[in-house]
């Protein structure tokens, strides 16, 4: 119960600090549009004035809808890459603006004050896809495939993984002291193996085999197969299942990490070093 | 003049240091471009039939569409210092609270704000070289020996940029929350001006945008010298587009900032957040 408080305490502190700075609106209006854009324009400049280069495309994916195929990648791309910003460099934010240690000192469980840290990227990130469907299909008519049940169901199988990934993180900016280096590390990770633009069939046999080790490439794949190719959610179960499982090992890891490393700044009195 | 150079070295000097303060900066110079680059490259290659791109080489003259990312994405490293060194550090120095006792300091606000990029624009020039290695080896990229002709065309390039950079930092002076601001800025100018697809793929409304960026210049201009691609017009005139919009971009920048730098003092917000 005290656990919760705690996560209620510092998620309101966070929308306070959200709705004090208002430009965040523009950033979810515009980006899930620009974003998606920059990898579809190119793909479109790929396949010719003529589009003979679709043809391919189609062979190596299993579907023509360009647009479609990249907006399912680059939509769990950016909620990771919010998460990663927002929640990854939670704790570093405080330890910048100088309010790390007195919370620290607070009689409440750290991991709870952590939890609390990432309510906002999951609302963030659920108004993000939302917003990405929403432009697509009204502006550029893109037909999602399912219904709304299935995509929140689908939002809800990455989450674990996003959290987990987010946790994990945390805990190692508060060790590396350097949350842009980390977060270019974590989504250049997803970029390379995960397939947001490509299937990832086209990547050497090495990448493919790495690819199975993020739980993104299952998610990513299970939301195309529901919302592009028109796959049942059953269809989808092997890759929904593969990103649950890797999705917990995650946030059991991430809770690992944090004990240990607050152990650590404990011990080495390193809370307040930049 | 002396005193110009002492402010110069001083703020060249602490983002030198900054810089290697955190190793890690150096380190992931050599993994960045894999990371934006992969998915631009692997999609290409969902494209190519026998490695070959006849679809993009009507856009572009020929097929080394690897060359093309390449290139745009070293001229975006460039346009992402200035939107984030110049426009981000006034932002950095607000949360650090070191804002305020560096204007105090009885020195130009433009001198304060323009050097400390500079070390930033020596750090991205050894990053881009950096990029040309790891991309070589990673996905073959090659460039033809205009090199020098290159260097001639980015350098007027680069002095614009700045002068877009002053005008950003005045928009976070009055905007206070830079991240949103920077990160659409540059990549809607970036985007815009053709750094990973050609611009001739846009509806007309777009093209005539992009037509009216002078970084749209840049982009096409060291794509045609460096591998031999078709530029949108004689390199003539697109090195005259570019001289221009240095004048024009330093000037306006400049203007733009020392107003808003105004501004801030009669209303004396600078320390507000």
Sequence with gaps: ?????????????????????????????????????????????????????????????????IIGFIVIGTMVWMAVNLTM???GGYLRNEQMKGTLESNWLCPINKFAFLLGGGVISIVLSLIFSIVSVVEYRLIFGVHFTGNVFEWILIFLIIMPAVFG????????????????AMVNVVRGLMMILCGITFPISIMPGWMQFLAKFMPFTYGIEAARQVMVKDKSIMEAGANILACLGEGAVLMIVGKIIFNMIENRVKLSGSLERF | ?????????????ISMKMYFRYPINVIMTLFEPLMWITPFYFMGKT????????????????????????????????????FWSMGFSLR??????????NWSAPVNRTTLLVSKSLFQFCATTFEVILTGIVCHFAFGFTITSNLLKAIGFLIPSLIGMIGIGMAVSALVLLAKDANPIIDLSNSIVAGLSGSFFPIKVMPK????????LPLTYIYDSSRALLINQEPLFSLKTEFLIIVASMFIFTILGSYVFSKVERRCRMLGNLGTH
């Excluded at chain 1, 190692?172 to 842009?180: C, D, I, R, S, Y």
């Excluded at chain 2, 003049?1 to 000097?13: Q, T």
């Excluded at chain 2, 950095?92 to 006792?101: A, I, R």
């Design chain 1, 1 to 65: 119960m005290n656990n919760l408080r705690v996560i209620y305490a510092v998620a309101k502190k966070d929308l306070s600090s959200l709705f004090r700075y208002p430009t965040w609106i523009i950033s979810i209006l515009i980006w899930p549009l620009i974003f998606p854009l920059m990898y579809i324009v190119s793909a479109i400049g790929f396949s010719g004035p003529d589009r003979s280069g679709l043809s391919t495309f189609k062979a190596a994916t299993g579907t023509a809808d």
């Design chain 1, 85 to 87: 910003w927002n929640f």
């Design chain 1, 165 to 180: 990934l987010g946790m994990v993180f945390a805990s190692l900016v508060l060790w590396a002291k350097q949350v842009n």
């Design chain 2, 1 to 13: 003049m002396r005193r110009w150079l002492i402010v110069i070295k001083a703020r060249f000097l």
């Design chain 2, 47 to 82: 494209f190519s039939q026998d490695g070959n791109m006849t679809g993009f080489q009507k856009y572009t003259g020929n097929s080394d569409f690897v060359g093309f990312l390449v290139l745009g994405y070293m001229i975006t490293s460039y346009v992402s210092t200035v």
């Design chain 2, 92 to 101: 950095e120095e607000m949360t650090q609270g070191v804002l305020e006792s």
């Design chain 2, 205 to 212: 409304g777009l093209m005539f945008i992009s037509l009216a």
